[in-house]
């Protein structure tokens, strides 16, 4: 962009600067999920990895733990997350 001069100075006009900042983000961020949605989490994990636990050894491996109890545990710990994740946030 060429130079030129302005009629009421005289002097030679620059041209404009442009903006070149970006626009300042004001929204906070927010979670996907609230506190207690991560609370349930936690627990569905730990729930999950207590009946791991309990199927875990050598000995014993037809035993009532290992091949009733422990199964439940688990899937009543992927229930447990799957309530966490569906779970709505109480209103406020």
């Given at each position: 962009m060429a130079l030129r001069e302005t009629k009421t100075t005289?002097?030679?006009a620059t041209p404009a600067a442009k903006n070149t900042e970006a626009p300042v983000n004001t929204i906070p961020a927010q979670f996907v999920f609230?506190?207690?949605n991560?609370?349930?989490l936690i627990i569905a994990i730990a729930v999950v990895a207590f009946?791991?636990?309990?199927?875990?050894?050598t000995t014993d491996i037809y035993s009532?733990?290992?091949i009733v109890i422990a199964p439940i545990v688990v899937?009543?710990?992927?229930?447990?997350?799957f309530y966490a994740i569906l779970k709505k946030p109480a209103a406020k």
């Open positions: 005289g002097k030679a609230s506190k207690d991560y609370m349930w009946g791991f636990v309990l199927m875990s050894g009532t733990t290992k899937l009543t710990g992927f229930g447990i997350g």
